[in-house]
């Protein structure tokens, strides 16, 4: 069977839908990319977009995509919530079926190797295709983000690891690796105090003692008058969505404020769901099997 790779490219345009459908319409034409979903937004103003396809067609495609993300954002005028350091952000791949994480890391670095060559972009590899280990953590390649960057690009230590060592003049610069499945997960609180989000998000974040495998963020959701938590749970076999869930609602307590809701960012594997429907319904022996639509898919 064919090898198969989810590739989850992010971009920092979230608000003109007709730049959003350019960017995507690669992934849309391109025979072996399946397309699964996009998904934009206007106060982080950023775009994921979430496929699945064979290493040769995601490459082909992708670098299309980043060729027409280059031409149309500038990040000169690039305003948005989310952390960022480039016109095309980020570009995570990870093996799904017959693909082992040695081969979405092959795949990761010829990628990053031609959008350099074709794009004369600076190129930072992270997760496991990381050649540093203190580029392992996108947090710490992204810290300074891209008006930072200017200054950080020409130390000797972030020397880019494909490319020119300066920013692209509009396009900034890209990240791009191989990882576990990571899932956005965000938390809306009944508050626009954006320094209680950012005070909770400490708190629950592994890199300041919180939660493993959970990077946190306060976010200000302008156009809903709130404020939000955004995670990205990197593991979530090893740290469940639910468990995060109720330390944000533990932490806001202290506060005095309340959780609206919960959204996701692009699509999750289900047994990141199941572990939250056992937790809270107290499922007892809850296999996977037991998921209809998991034993009708056994045989296909």
Same mark, same amino acid.
């Given at each position: 069977?064919?090898?198969?790779?989810?590739?989850?490219?992010?971009?920092?345009?979230?608000?003109? *839908?007709?730049?959003? +459908?350019? $960017?995507?319409?690669?992934?849309?034409?391109?025979?072996?990319?399946?397309?699964?979903?996009?998904?934009?937004?206007?106060?982080?103003?950023?775009?994921?977009?979430?496929?699945?396809?064979?290493?040769?067609?995601? %490459?082909?495609?992708?670098?299309?995509?980043?060729?027409?993300? =280059?031409?149309?954002?500038?990040?000169?005028?690039? %305003?948005?919530?989310?952390?960022?350091?480039?016109?095309?952000?980020? $570009?995570?791949?990870?093996? !799904?079926?017959?693909? %082992?994480?040695?081969?979405?890391? =092959?795949?990761?670095?010829? !990628?990053?190797?031609?959008?350099?060559?074709?794009?004369?972009?600076?190129?930072? @590899?992270?997760?496991?295709?990381?050649?540093?280990?203190?580029?392992?953590? @996108?947090?710490?390649?992204?810290?300074?983000?891209?008006?930072?960057?200017?200054?950080? =690009?020409?130390?000797?230590?972030?020397?880019?690891?494909?490319?020119? &060592?300066?920013?692209h003049p509009t396009a900034g610069a890209t990240?791009?690796?191989?990882?576990?499945?990571?899932?956005?997960?965000?938390?809306?609180?009944?508050?626009?105090?954006?320094?209680?989000?950012?005070?909770?998000?400490k708190k629950i974040r592994h890199s300041n003692?919180?939660?493993?495998?959970?990077?946190?963020?306060?976010i200000n959701l302008k156009e809903r008058n709130?404020? &939000?938590?955004?995670?990205?749970?990197?593991?979530?076999?090893?740290?469940?969505?639910?468990?995060?869930? +109720?330390?944000? %609602?533990?932490?806001?307590?202290?506060?005095?404020?309340?959780?609206?809701?919960? +959204? @996701?960012?692009?699509?999750?594997?289900?047994?990141? @769901?199941?572990?939250?429907?056992?937790?809270?319904?107290?499922?007892?022996?809850?296999?996977?099997? *037991?998921?209809? +639509?998991?034993?009708?898919?056994?045989? $296909?």
């Amino acid at each position: 069977m064919t090898e198969l790779f989810e590739c989850i490219p992010n971009y920092s345009e979230g608000r003109d *839908q007709n730049k959003i +459908e350019k $960017i995507v319409r690669p992934f849309k034409i391109t025979k072996g990319v399946k397309l699964l979903d996009y998904s934009a937004d206007k106060d982080h103003n950023r775009l994921v977009v979430t496929l699945l396809g064979n290493a040769q067609a995601l %490459k082909k495609s992708v670098l299309k995509s980043v060729e027409i993300g =280059i031409d149309l954002i500038d990040m000169n005028e690039h %305003k948005g919530e989310h952390p960022r350091m480039g016109a095309v952000d980020v $570009i995570p791949f990870t093996p !799904v079926r017959n693909a %082992k994480m040695e081969d979405a890391v =092959i795949l990761a670095k010829e !990628v990053a190797k031609n959008c350099a060559k074709l794009y004369n972009l600076p190129i930072y @590899l992270y997760e496991e295709a990381a050649n540093f280990e203190q580029r392992k953590n @996108l947090a710490n390649i992204r810290k300074g983000e891209y008006e930072g960057f200017f200054k950080k =690009i020409k130390k000797e230590e972030w020397k880019p690891d494909f490319g020119p &060592q300066k920013l692209h003049p509009t396009a900034g610069a890209t990240v791009i690796g191989a990882r576990m499945p990571l899932v956005a997960f965000n938390i809306n609180l009944d508050t626009d105090n954006l320094k209680i989000a950012n005070k909770i998000a400490k708190k629950i974040r592994h890199s300041n003692g919180g939660l493993r495998y959970v990077k946190a963020i306060g976010i200000n959701l302008k156009e809903r008058n709130i404020v &939000q938590v955004s995670m990205n749970m990197t593991d979530y076999t090893k740290t469940s969505l639910y468990q995060s869930f +109720e330390m944000v %609602k533990f932490e806001a307590k202290r506060y005095g404020i309340n959780i609206l809701g919960s +959204e @996701l960012i692009g699509l999750l594997p289900a047994t990141a @769901l199941f572990d939250v429907a056992e937790y809270y319904l107290g499922l007892e022996g809850f296999q996977k099997e *037991q998921v209809m +639509e998991n034993r009708l898919l056994e045989d $296909i």
